[in-house]
């Protein structure tokens, strides 16, 4: 069993960053490939990065790709989420969640409870 808190969230202007944060409780944390999904009003939720457990496998969507960094500290058990150059496009509620398996958009077994990020103008 994972639980999983996220913060870091908040408002920011178009351009900023933010950095976000998810806590994992468990000493089986490291065995868990990590992701980040979002979701905004009327959208269905989306993939928007993952990493292996080890750290040394990372997958991001097209629409983050070189502007987001996943990254995570299983001496901590933490992932992060590093957003730059935000965009409003990017306004939506963010989750963290984890999965046996691969890193990557597929089906996970833990999720948190989300963190709102708002990007304006």
């Known amino acids: 069993q994972v639980q999983l808190v996220e913060s870091g969230g908040g408002l920011v202007q178009a351009g900023g960053s933010l950095r976000l944060s998810c806590a994992a409780s468990?000493?089986?944390?490291?065995?868990?490939?990590m992701g980040w999904f979002r979701q905004a009003p009327g959208k269905e939720r989306e993939f928007v990065a993952a990493?292996?457990?080890?750290?040394?496998?990372?997958r991001y969507a097209d629409s983050v790709k070189g502007r987001f960094t996943i990254s995570r500290d299983n001496a901590k058990n933490t992932v992060y989420l590093q957003m730059n150059s935000l965009k409003p496009e990017d306004t939506a509620v963010y989750y963290c969640?984890?999965?046996?398996?691969?890193?990557?958009?597929?089906?996970?077994?833990?999720w948190g409870q989300g963190t709102q990020v708002t990007v304006s103008l």
């Open positions: 990493i292996s457990w080890s750290g040394s496998s990372t």
């Open positions: 468990g000493r089986t944390f490291r065995s868990y490939a």
């Open positions: 969640a984890a999965r046996n398996g691969a890193a990557g958009p597929y089906e996970y077994d833990y």
